[in-house]
């Protein structure tokens, strides 16, 4: 009796060894997973600063990038002041927008949602539109560095004014949802009524606001949406296994000890923070936050240590690739980045429909 209190069973040792092992391969196909996509973040960002009206080589980026004092004049000022921000932007931007996206189709339970669904993206349009159309000026305040910051404010205060009414009424998935539903409608509506009375210039502004671009990026507003990411991104890992079991259900987090509430609320306002600050400087950009979390499911699975950075570094190479395409698709002109990730996304995300629909059980 002392020795079989001793020592377990061979069958349950066994089992417990293979068991690790299993752990330890899953552990590392999705750690390859996510070097991987890092790895192609790389490569893209590279290929977008070569891409170009000017064609580079990659060696030439390379050398220009690692020696930068041995470049002639002319191709300095392309790599480092219009095409390196251009590329850094789309990276840090899509990276907020996955990683956002990610997690609020978790907290929402829903697969179609996105950082616009709460209307935030509506919110910086008509705080941009109010400054284009009114010629608004505070505290002296230029308007290349006006415009960014009543986008942000306003995206700012919508999210603050779902998240109040949401904890009001319990914060419910549905409630959320629908008030973010009402917001966008009810902003939509108002933005087109300013648009109403504004001459063709600032319409034509507004309009150019709302497909998105990437040409307004420097390296000092890039250090601005990267510094809020990797702020974000630790403070999201660190409630990844709450997010994890949220997704197997509501009642069983709650009955594992899981507030739901206070987590979705947390969630919601770093949801907000990430989107209104990438758009205050790049304008709407749809389907990076719908599309990147799904792609990032499909090789990740749903353990959140893995699929939230996996969601972001999706996000980062598909906006990359967005942002090469806009400057391949038409030579000699330079599309909104905004136009070309509807184009993509939107047959993109018809494909993932699809085949989810075809492993789904009947």
Not at 93 to 111: I, K, R, S, Y
Not at 156 to 162: G, Q, R, V
Not at 222 to 239: A, D, E, M, N, Y
Request: glycine share 10%; with cysteine; proline share 5%.
């Amino acid at each position: 009796m002392s020795e079989l209190s001793v020592s377990p069973p061979p069958v349950v040792g066994e089992a417990g060894t293979e068991l690790a092992r299993g752990y330890r391969r899953f552990v590392l196909r999705r750690s390859l997973c996510l070097g991987g996509l890092i790895a192609a973040v790389i490569a893209a960002l590279l290929v977008d600063i070569a891409s170009g009206p000017s064609f580079l080589g990659l060696a030439e980026v390379l050398h220009g990038l690692w020696y930068p004092e041995q470049l002639n004049p002319a191709t300095r000022v392309i790599i480092e002041d219009i095409r390196l921000p251009y590329a850094l932007m789309a990276v840090v931007v899509g990276a907020c927008l996955g990683l956002a996206g990610a997690e609020m189709q978790t907290v929402l339970n829903n697969p179609l949602a996105s950082p616009f669904t709460l209307g935030v993206g509506a919110a910086a349009t008509l705080g941009a539109s109010l400054v284009i159309v009114f010629n608004i000026s505070f505290l002296g305040l230029a308007a290349d560095l006006l415009l960014p910051l009543s986008a942000f404010v306003f995206a700012a205060l919508a999210s603050m004014l779902i998240l109040l009414l949401s904890k009001t009424l319990g914060a419910s998935v549905h409630s959320v949802v629908l008030f973010g539903i009402a917001l966008l409608f009810g902003i939509n509506a108002v933005v087109g009524l300013i648009q109403f009375v504004a001459d063709a210039e600032s319409v034509q502004q507004i309009v150019f606001w709302t497909m998105g671009s990437l040409a307004r990026a420097s390296l000092d507003k890039v250090l601005i949406v990267g510094l809020v990411l990797v702020v974000c991104l630790p403070f999201s890992l660190r409630q990844a296994w709450a997010m994890t079991l949220l997704r197997s259900g509501e009642e069983q987090a709650r009955s594992l000890g899981i507030a739901v509430e206070r987590l979705r609320l947390i969630v919601l306002m770093r949801v907000s923070l990430l989107t209104a600050v990438a758009m205050a400087f790049v304008g709407e950009i749809g389907f990076i936050g719908l599309v990147a979390p799904h792609i990032a499911r499909l090789m990740l699975g749903e353990d959140h240590r893995f699929l939230l950075p996996g969601s972001a570094l999706a996000g980062a190479v598909l906006l990359s690739l967005s942002s090469i395409a806009s400057k391949m698709l038409i030579p000699g002109v330079v599309l909104p980045v905004g136009i070309v990730t509807a184009l993509v996304g939107i047959p993109l995300f018809i494909t993932l429909i699809i085949g989810r629909g075809r492993r789904s059980p009947l």
